[in-house]
């Protein structure tokens, strides 16, 4: 496997990290993770303008220039066999003698390389079921930083409980998935939490608003609590991985017919149609 390393393309086992890498000891760095179709990197802009942000967010230089990241992660993605895949690149602030403080100087460093999930097609035709949680991560979720704990323990109650996803609440309200944007359709209209430093801006997000302005669905930035999503007419997820997912049960109760709903399909077919 190749592995873009800093500024070089290398064999994964000519990478080395150091033990006290800040990322490795205390998960401070950012990442991001981008589709590609068709060798076409999906949404670049967006991914390395989030990544910038969430770098000023944790007062941390980008080794390089987003424009030369992009390039190289372009060059990583002629390498593959494949035509559709993900990068996963992840920057962490580097090597410094350990302290919670943030050290003088560190050099930042950069990692990337491709993954392989297949396409959610089939998921897509049928939906998914999702179970809910208490949100108990930290409030800075507007980052993509590696702290992931609470995600991931998160993402582990669904999997124990037959899911595919954890939609997260704080006091009823409902946020956003564990590794996901949450959406639900009431009367035709699209709802989902505002952009705040409970959520993540999450790029597909993004795609599902202009995708709903196209296809005249009205989309509000708007809270809404697990009563109301239990209450929904559709529920929907979105992120790179699961693309735009319905999900036809939340703690074991259907969502409207327990089949994807009309909205939902019409934006599934929208996002392959972009995509293709």
């Known amino acids: 496997m190749k592995i873009l390393w800093n500024d070089r393309i290398v064999d994964r086992n000519e990478c080395r990290i150091d033990p006290e890498d800040r990322g490795y000891q205390f998960g401070d760095g950012i990442y991001e993770v981008i589709s590609f179709y068709n060798h076409q990197l999906f949404k670049l802009t967006e991914h390395m303008e989030r990544l910038s942000y969430s770098a000023g967010e944790i007062a941390m230089d980008l080794p390089y220039s987003t424009e030369q990241i992009a390039e190289n992660l372009k060059k990583l ?16 602030r580097g090597y410094a003698p350990r302290n919670h403080a943030l050290p003088e100087k560190a050099d930042p460093v950069l990692t990337a390389y491709l993954m392989h999930h297949p396409r959610p097609l089939d998921a897509q035709k049928t939906g998914v079921a999702a179970v809910t949680a208490e949100d108990v991560r930290w409030l800075r979720c507007d980052i993509k930083s590696l702290n992931l704990l609470g995600s991931i ?85 979105s992120s790179t991985i699961m693309e735009i997912m319905p999900v036809v049960r939340v703690d074991g109760q259907t969502i409207g017919t327990g089949r994807p709903g009309k909205v939902t399909k019409t934006l599934v077919q929208l996002f392959h149609e972009f995509v293709n």
């Open 153 to 237: 323990l998160a993402k582990q109650k669904a999997v124990e409980n037959g899911a595919s996803e954890t939609i997260l609440h704080r006091g009823g309200t409902v946020t956003e998935g564990s590794s996901t944007n949450v959406f639900m359709v009431k009367n035709n209209t699209i709802y989902t939490h505002p952009i705040n430093n409970l959520i993540l801006n999450g790029i597909t997000r993004r795609v599902v608003r202009d995708l709903a302005e196209k296809a005249d669905i009205p989309f509000r930035e708007e809270a809404f609590t697990t009563d109301d999503l239990m209450a929904a007419d559709e529920v929907f997820l």
């Open 77 to 92: 993605v002629e390498l593959s066999d494949k035509a559709d895949g993900q990068i996963y690149l992840q920057v962490t």
